[in-house]
C-alpha cells in the first residue's frame, strides 16, 4: 500500500529563508531531549451501504503521534508532533504529516515561533470561523477540527494593553479529499485534473495573518486579520471525459475577525463573527469580488454538582449564519447540545448535539464521549447522523448515506 505524505510545498529561497533562518541560531545544547505521544488503533463503521464499489462499511486503521521536546537554554526550546496513521481499506487515509516543528524564543515582553505549527482561534463550539491559519486535515476530519501544519514565522508581542501576533505564512496547502473509497464523497465527483487557483502563484504564496487578544475580568476578547488564500474551496461544475465533475477552486481573500467570551456565574457567553473581502465565480467561471459576513453566537450554562452528586451539566445552545451559500451548509442554523462532566478520576465526558437548519429543517447529530483508562490509555467514541434531509440541501445530502460510528483506543507515553 502506497503512503501519501502531505508536507509544505517547496518555496523560492527568500520565503523559505523567512522561516528557518531563526531555527538555527541556537544556543550550545544543554538539557535533554523529551519524547513522549500517544499512539493506537480505530475502527470506524458506517451504517448505511457504499454509494460506489469502491468504499467500504468499516475502515479499520493504527496510527502514531510521537512528540519530541528540546530545551536549548532557559530562552530556548524546540517541539516536534509528527503524525502517521495506515489504513487497512484505504490509500488515502494512509498518510503522515509534520503537525509541529517549531522553534520558540522567548524574552519578557516578546516570542518568535519559527517553523511548522499549528495556531488555533475561536470561542464557539459548533464551528470556528475565525480559526484560518491551518487547512482542516479533511482524511482525519470526521468533525473538521483535525488541522494540517502551517509553515509560520510568528512574532508575538505581550504588554499590558494585549497580546499581538503578527505570521507570514509560506506556502498554501489545498485540502487532500482522497480517492474514491473515501467516505464520503462529494456528488457529482471530484476531477482528477489539476486544482485551479486565482493566485498566479498556486501554492507558493506569502500569506499573512495577526491577531490581538485581550483577558479583562469576565471577559476575553480577539480582533484578527487574515489576507491570503482562502482555506475553504469554491467548486466549479465541469465535464471531464464527458461526465460532470467538481474542481475545486481556491480564491483570494481578505478576512477580519471577533472572537469573544463572557462568563457570567455558571453562564458562558460566547461569539465569533467575521467580514470576507474575497472573491467568487461569475457565469464565465471568471473571479469577481464577493463580499460576505458570518456568525456564531450563543451560551453555555453549566449546572454544576446537579442533585449534589460530582456531574457538571452544560446546556449548549448556539447560532449559525453565514451569507455564503456556495461554502457551507450553516446560512441559517440552530445548534443544540448537552455536556456531561463527570468529574471522575477518568476524566468522563459526553457530548451530544444537533443541528438544525432553520430554512428547510434538514438535521446532523453528533456524539463524542472519551474516558481515560488507567494511566497510560484513552477510548473515545465519536457518531455523525443526519435526518430529514431536504433534497436541495446539498451539503447535508452528502452526508445522507454515510451515518457512522468511530471507536479509538490511545495509548500515551
Known amino acids: 500500500m502506497k503512503t501519501q505524505f502531505y508536507f509544505p510545498p517547496p518555496l523560492g529561497t527568500l520565503k523559505t529563508s523567512l522561516v528557518l533562518s531563526t531555527m538555527f541560531i541556537f544556543s550550545p545544547p544543554s538539557f535533554a531531549v523529551e519524547l513522549s505521544g500517544k499512539g493506537g488503533g480505530e475502527f470506524l463503521n458506517f451504517f448505511q451501504s457504499a454509494k460506489n464499489p469502491e468504499q467500504h462499511r468499516t475502515y479499520a486503521s493504527v496510527f502514531i503521534e510521537p512528540e519530541l521536546y528540546y530545551a536549548i537554554n532557559d530562552h530556548q526550546e524546540l517541539k516536534a508532533k509528527l503524525f502517521y496513521r495506515y489504513d487497512a481499506n484505504s490509500t488515502s487515509r494512509t498518510h503522515a ?53 502551517q509553515a509560520i514565522l510568528q512574532g508575538k508581542l505581550i504588554k499590558s494593553w494585549g497580546e499581538l501576533d503578527i505570521m507570514l505564512l509560506p506556502g498554501f496547502r489545498p485540502i487532500q479529499f482522497g480517492n474514491q473509497e473515501v467516505r464520503s464523497q462529494f456528488l457529482p465527483p471530484l476531477a ?43 467548486f466549479q ?26 462568563i457570567v456565574n455558571d453562564l458562558l457567553l460566547k461569539a465569533e463573527a467575521i467580514h470576507r473581502n474575497s472573491h467568487q465565480l461569475n457565469q464565465n467561471n471568471q473571479f469577481t469580488p464577493y463580499q460576505t459576513n458570518a456568525l456564531v453566537a450563543g451560551f453555555e450554562y453549566t449546572f454544576v454538582g446537579v442533585y449534589n452528586t460530582a456531574y457538571d451539566i452544560g446546556i449548549i445552545g448556539e447560532y449559525l449564519y453565514d451569507e455564503w451559500e456556495s461554502i457551507t451548509p450553516f446560512q441559517k442554523d440552530w445548534m443544540s447540545g448537552l455536556r456531561w462532566v463527570f ?49 436541495n440541501n446539498y451539503f447535508v445530502k452528502t452526508y445522507q448515506q454515510d451515518d457512522f460510528i468511530n471507536f479509538k483506543l490511545s495509548y500515551y507515553f
Open 237 to 262: 461544475f465541469i465535464t471531464e471525459q464527458g461526465q460532470p465533475k467538481l474542481l475545486p477552486v481556491y480564491v483570494q481573500s481578505q478576512q477580519f475577525g471577533l472572537d469573544a467570551q463572557y
Open 97 to 149: 504529516d509534520i503537525r509541529e516543528l517549531m522553534f520558540y524564543q522567548y524574552a519578557d515582553e516578546w516570542e518568535i515561533h519559527a517553523g511548522i505549527g499549528k495556531v488555533f482561534w475561536g470561542t464557539t463550539e459548533s464551528r470556528h470561523l475565525v480559526d484560518v491559519v491551518n487547512q482542516i486535515d479533511m482524511l482525519e476530519s470526521l468533525d473538521d477540527e483535525a488541522r494540517l501544519g
Open 192 to 234: 482528477n485534473q489539476s486544482t485551479r487557483y486565482q493566485s498566479k502563484e498556486k501554492t507558493n504564496t506569502l500569506d499573512f495573518a495577526a491577531r490581538w487578544n485581550q483577558s479583562f475580568e469576565y471577559l476575553d476578547l480577539g480582533l484578527s486579520y487574515f489576507s491570503g488564500t482562502q482555506r475553504t474551496p469554491l
Open 343 to 391: 468529574n471522575d478520576e477518568q476524566s468522563t465526558e459526553i457530548l451530544l448535539s444537533h443541528i438544525i437548519d432553520v430554512d428547510d429543517q434538514s438535521q446532523t447529530w453528533s456524539l463524542k464521549a472519551s474516558r481515560r483508562i488507567g494511566d497510560n490509555w484513552k477510548a473515545e467514541l465519536k457518531g455523525r447522523w443526519v435526518t430529514n434531509v431536504d433534497p
